[in-house]
């Protein structure tokens, strides 16, 4: 099984729409949780930091951790053709170290 | 603040070279991190270096290496490239310790191609 999976996709939506991104992970003694976005042919930019369980909000996104089931969330509100990129849930278990990366899943938002 | 810079953005190689990669954190972040990004594998850990040694290595060959400079600058170098090492290869630096401790920002990479 491997540490953290995600749907690679493609997932397409019309613009406006709530989009879900999902991943599971595997290691219990994983704390720190973040989500990536990447452009094509850029490097990652970090989008949300989540420190253990729990929601955290900025704009119109929304990072949710739930470490019973080991599983986290990232909604998109009010999508926009910008936000057409792959995105990257992250995790690991040392702060600064080690990050584990899903394989990213690609968003395509049409206008 | 200027963000993490990466050099060379693109380099060409041939089977048996090898190559040094250069990475410059951001200012005040000492921690610098290496992963390989490839379609197959996704981003794979490759080392992290704080204060100048090697704090962590990911499941890489020794072809792999990498050090740090006291201005926390990183290099990598691999030696003996296969076709397999082509890849993005993305610096990510953080300053454990302060503020969003574990946040890790990456640069743009530097795509590497083998033939």
């Known amino acids: 099984q491997k540490e953290v999976e995600q749907d690679p996709g493609p997932l397409s939506v019309p613009e406006g729409a709530i989009v879900s991104l999902n991943c599971t992970y595997s290691?219990?003694?994983?704390?720190?949780f973040m989500w990536y976005r990447q452009y094509s042919r850029k490097g990652p930019e970090l989008l949300m930091y989540t420190y253990s369980s729990g929601n955290k909000e900025d704009g119109r996104f929304t990072a949710q951790v739930d470490k019973s089931s080991k599983y986290i969330s990232l909604f998109i509100r009010d999508s926009q053709p910008s936000d057409s990129a792959t995105y990257l849930c992250a995790t690991g278990d040392q702060a600064g170290t080690a990050l584990i990366f899903g394989k990213g899943t690609t968003l395509s938002v049409s206008s | 603040k200027a963000g993490v810079t990466q050099t060379p953005r693109y380099l060409i190689k041939t089977r048996g070279q090898q190559v040094t990669l250069s990475c410059s954190p951001i200012?005040?972040?000492?921690?610098v991190s290496w992963y390989q990004q490839t379609p197959g594998q996704g981003l794979q850990f490759l080392f992290e270096?704080?204060?100048?040694?090697?704090?962590n290595k990911g499941n890489f060959p020794g072809r792999f290496s990498g050090r740090q400079f006291s201005n926390s600058r990183s290099e990598m170098n691999v030696s003996t490239l296969e076709l397999g090492d082509s890849a993005l290869y993305l610096c990510a630096s953080s300053n454990p310790g302060q503020g969003h401790t574990g946040t890790q920002y990456f640069g743009p990479g530097t795509r590497l191609l083998v033939l």
């Open positions: 200012s005040g972040h000492r921690s």
């Open positions: 290691n219990s003694a994983f704390q720190y």
């Open positions: 270096y704080f204060s100048e040694t090697q704090r």
